[in-house]
């Protein structure tokens, strides 16, 4: 089991490395992004303890993936397994832990750590025999695939607008549109088998163009309905839905060459950190978008022609 | 035609291709062997357009790439993507304008059903019928028969046949001889990185037999089983 930890953490510094920043670096800067990231939600709302713990239990659940715990349990006994879910679960909920003690949030940090160790007695043998109907089958692959895995967090935006309207709460609405736009920039970020890309028969510009035309009719579905809704519901607050609705096309663009610009590999760190800026400052998409344009281009040209 | 001049792949420091010298005709089948590593997929890979080599790969079309088709080993299929999606969007991609695939659906395959959840037999099975429906030019079947049914291992000699008859190349890798023997014109040996025997049907038996004689020799002795 001691071996299985080394050999993680093995990998994890050559993920930094091929991510193409030094690990001397990239690990006080993630430190240091933690709880910047950290501190700025407990400035925004009273409800940044509980917030803060769902994510942390979000950041669990890619270890409870089917596959890898088949692996496992291929690998270890029974309780040998156990122990080292457990092991490792605790290890990554930690940080949140400590962080939520440093703020004094004692009943959530100390809830989070039972949580965190019955996590991993999740479920790992679903096999999705019945197919989730979406409105996307004729948009393969990103939106028809993504929609099946996030249809609950797209219900759940929808529900939002409910108690939005009825207690007349614009920047729940908003909220509840931007949840719906960043659901539809998470099903560009991570890259697809390089078949997926040389079966066009398309120049570069052609495919990034198709992407991008249906990233923009495919989210148009999903979020139209929600923003003609908030524009009967706010008039008053019309410019700013509708530049609300701008900005999130402006980022499913940017989102489908971001992801491009460094196939076929995931986005780098710094890669992702200017994406990460460009969200905050949007104004740097006019200076991002056509380097991640530029970059994606080359990326792709020895698949494509 | 198609023909293959001095190609060569390193990865990094190791040299995988050491110059291949190919040509390939139209309405011919062609066998590739060889043992695991001696680079059968990475030939299939550069023809295919999916890897960078040093050489030079000619043919008829202005983009070999986009006529052909290529079945891989272990074909991938995304997460809760149906059959039907995976057929739809390699039509989309050649700008085929298609949507019922019920009449070419000669495996019976579920297209309704998740791809990820099909046998590995299925899974292979979408994926050729995949490459037909694209409509290409040079085929590509790396290992077509691994992991198939006997049915479905004689469905897929006669779709090899039928290609051949529609003046279709076919280049097809296996480990099981006599499925080469069955369908290819030609059969060539390639050796770490080399190609080092071509032979056609009269040669086919004597290669056969060469490639049974290989021995491992006292390499066993040293595995100790517990």
Known sequence: ?305 | MIAIRNLRKSYGGKTVLKGIDLSFEPGFVYGIVGQNGAGKTTLFKAVAGLEEFEGAIESSHELLKNHVGFLETNPIFLSRMTGWEYLKLLCAARNIKEDNFEEENLFDLPLDEYAENYSTGMKKKLALMGTILQRNELFILDEPFNGVDIYSNLIITKIVRKLKAANKTVLISSHIFSTLSDTCDIIHLIEEGKVVKSVDRDGFADLDQEMRSFDIGEKLDRLSIF
């Open chain 1, 1 to 305: 089991m001691k071996y299985y930890f080394s050999l993680q953490f093995k990998r994890f510094l050559r993920w930094l490395a091929d991510s193409g920043v030094p690990a001397f670096i990239a690990l006080p800067f993630l430190i240091i992004a933690f709880l910047a990231a950290s501190k700025w939600l407990f400035i925004q709302t009273a409800f940044s303890s509980w917030i803060y713990a769902i994510v942390a239990m979000f950041v669990l659940l890619p270890l409870s993936d089917q596959l890898r715990n088949a692996q496992l349990k291929m690998l270890f006994s029974n309780g040998q397994l156990w122990q080292l879910r457990i092991i490792e679960n605790i290890i990554l909920v930690a940080p949140f832990v400590a962080y939520l003690c440093f703020e004094q949030q004692f009943l959530p940090a100390a809830g989070l750590v039972p949580v965190a160790a019955l996590l991993t007695r999740l479920p790992t043998n679903v096999r999705y025999a019945k197919v989730f109907p979406s409105p996307f089958r004729k948009f393969p692959f990103e939106f028809s695939v993504g929609f099946r895995k996030t249809a609950w967090v797209l219900g759940t935006a929808y529900l939002l607008m409910i108690p939005a309207i009825l207690v007349v709460n614009y920047n729940l609405g908003v909220f509840a549109l931007i949840m719906i736009f960043l659901t539809g920039m998470s099903y560009y970020l991570k890259p697809e088998s390089q078949t997926y890309v040389w079966i066009y028969a398309c120049s570069v510009q052609n495919f990034l163009l198709r992407k991008m035309a249906t990233a923009l009719i495919c989210i148009s579905i999903l979020s139209l309905p929600m923003l003609l809704i908030m524009l009967m519901a706010f008039p008053d607050f019309r410019l700013i839905t509708l530049a609300v609705q701008l900005l999130g096309y402006i980022f499913m663009i940017s989102v489908v060459l971001a992801k491009y610009s460094a196939y076929p590999n995931e986005m780098s760190i710094p890669q992702g950190i200017l994406y990460g800026v460009s969200l905050t400052f949007p104004l740097l998409f006019l200076l991002v978008i056509p380097l991640f344009y530029y970059k994606a281009t080359r990326k792709l040209k020895p698949l494509l022609e």
